[in-house]
């Protein structure tokens, strides 16, 4: 039994010397900024959650990762088992949060308490007319060009020093399931990517994934789902006439099945965004998986070397 069973994630944190210039990659990208100070800069998706992205002023690098706990009484027995004290959460939506190391020395922050934020506005879905039925008759299809619209952040990876120390340390406190084990060989894995355990609540393939890196612990990346296909392909668009930094996509990947599109910020972080994603209940179970189903995609671009 773990300790407590978060229900998400909720934000990752980060620190960059140019909060101009962040602001104006995390528009491109699709988040909507809610707080800019000459320290910190706040950015939100279109959800109810109340924040996403969290950049702090200085040298380039990844800060935390939170997650979101169902109660704030799961937060007091968080911070009982670990001898931590429950302290304000210091951003938009108010709450509470208890600040954690996990073996990479990695910051986890779990949350609980956030007031929803109210959810903005996002385009209405469109039908589609495909082959095996024509749902959209009589009527055209029509966009307005900008950025995608990001609903909400929906998974982080993290590269750790050892995976099975990792996945025990995140297992026995958040009570994660690993959706697909990724076996190298006989008896050794590299990683996993694993699910919130919500019981018969589907939730996504995966909230965390842990890849034992011959770069070392580190962030690896953050993934932000978008309205659905069309928006995730004007994002595409958008970005690229803003000259950023495309890292891998458009394509579709084997494992979760979502469509993927990962671009880098000013300073080489990866972020990423998606759509059509798989859900699983507790009841689902586990798989094991190939690297070559990690790396692999059902259509798309093969994954460049800085993804492996």
Same mark, same amino acid.
């Given at each position: ?12 944190? =980060? ?15 699709? *988040? ?5 100070? !000459?320290?910190?800069?706040?950015? +939100? ?23 979101? !706990? ?12 670990? $001898? ?10 108010? $709450?509470? +949060? ?43 299809? @029509?966009?307005? !060009? ?7 952040? $929906? ?7 050892? =995976? ?25 894995? *590299? ?10 609540? /589907?939730?996504?393939?995966?909230? &965390?994934?842990?890849?034992?890196? /011959? ?8 993934? =932000? ?12 668009? @958008? &970005? ?8 891998? $996509? ?13 671009? @880098? ?35 798309? /671009? ?7």
């Amino acid at each position: 039994m773990s300790v407590i069973r978060i229900e998400d994630v909720a934000f990752v944190r =980060f620190r960059a010397p140019d909060l101009a210039q962040m602001r104006a990659f995390l528009e491109d990208f699709g *988040l909507v900024v809610v707080e800019e100070t !000459a320290d910190r800069l706040v950015a +939100r998706g279109a959800g109810t959650s109340p924040v996403a992205h969290v950049t702090e002023r200085g040298e380039p690098g990844f800060l935390a990762v939170g997650f979101r !706990a169902a109660s704030l009484e799961d937060l007091e027995a968080l911070a009982a088992h670990e $001898g931590l004290a429950v302290e304000p959460l210091d951003t938009p939506g108010g $709450g509470h +949060r208890v600040v954690l190391a996990d073996p990479d020395g990695h910051r986890v922050e779990v949350v609980a308490g956030q007031a929803a934020a109210e959810p903005l506005a996002t385009p209405a879905a469109q039908a589609w007319n495909i082959a095996a039925g024509h749902d959209r008759l009589r009527r055209t299809k @029509r966009f307005a !060009a900008g950025p995608a619209h990001v609903l909400r952040l $929906g998974h982080v990876v993290l590269n750790v020093s050892d =995976f099975r120390a990792s996945e025990r340390w995140y297992k026995d406190r958040f009570g994660f399931i690993t959706s697909d084990e990724i076996q190298v060989a006989p008896e050794f894995a *590299l990683g996993a990517f694993m699910r919130c355990d919500r019981g018969d609540t /589907p939730t996504d393939h995966h909230t &965390l994934f842990l890849a034992q890196s /011959p770069k070392g612990p580190g962030f690896n990346h953050a993934a =932000f789902e978008v309205a659905d296909l069309d928006d995730l392909m004007l994002g595409h668009q @958008r &970005l690229k006439d803003a000259g950023r930094h495309a890292e891998w $996509g458009v394509g579709r990947h084997i494992l979760g099945s979502q469509v993927f599109d990962y671009w @880098r910020d000013p300073w080489g972080h990866t972020l990423e965004h998606w759509t059509d994603g798989d859900l699983f209940t507790a009841a689902d179970g586990s798989n094991v998986a190939t690297l070559q189903d990690l790396l692999g995609v059902q259509w798309g /671009p093969a994954a460049p070397p800085t993804m492996a």
